[in-house]
């Protein structure tokens, strides 16, 4: 049964994104992407909410760029051929191996769980934290930068339980980002 995974870069004091949405901080250095690239091609599939989704356009079209790194040349082929599942109350249509939800989020990741195959990865806090109030994520995995924010949008949502993790993986890159895994209890 595949696992449901939420993997996204977050700031030292737990935030993906600044008070204002700001995610230049977060930009992966050649080492991180390609960890990024191994990570991603793992994958069956992708569920995004409609701002990661509109975020991620940018990998549509990034292989036709010509001074585009050969990494990011990787990823793009990469992003372009997995199918990705994008929830979203006001888009009309999506493109590539996207299709908008047809249903609720526990039903469409039910359906992904009933296949055999790769995992499943979650991106965007807002759908992720639907995921995690239904208990839904199997393994969490973070990229944390070395900043501080002070405000922003959390990784992790308020939750009124505790969620017990048990740490599977760590791995330091020369830009100082931190990666952790964990899986649920």
Partial sequence: ??????????????????????????????????????????LGAHLCGRGLYEVMRFWDTADQNPSAAPYQLE????????????????LQEVHGKARLATAGVAEEVARLKDRQGEDVGVGGAGLAAALIALDLVDEYQLFVSPVVLGAGTPFFPARAE????????????????VYLRYRRV
């Fill in 162 to 177: 505790r969620l017990d993790l048990e740490l599977l993986e760590t791995r330091t890159f020369g830009s100082r980002v």
């Fill in 1 to 42: 049964m595949p696992d449901v995974i939420y993997s996204m870069t977050v700031s030292l004091d737990g935030f993906v994104a600044g008070p204002h949405g700001e995610i230049d901080w977060s930009a992966p250095d050649e080492e991180l992407h390609r960890f990024h690239n191994e990570r991603t091609r793992a």
């Fill in 75 to 90: 990823f793009a082929q990469i992003w372009q051929r997995l199918p990705k599942i994008v929830f979203s109350t006001t």
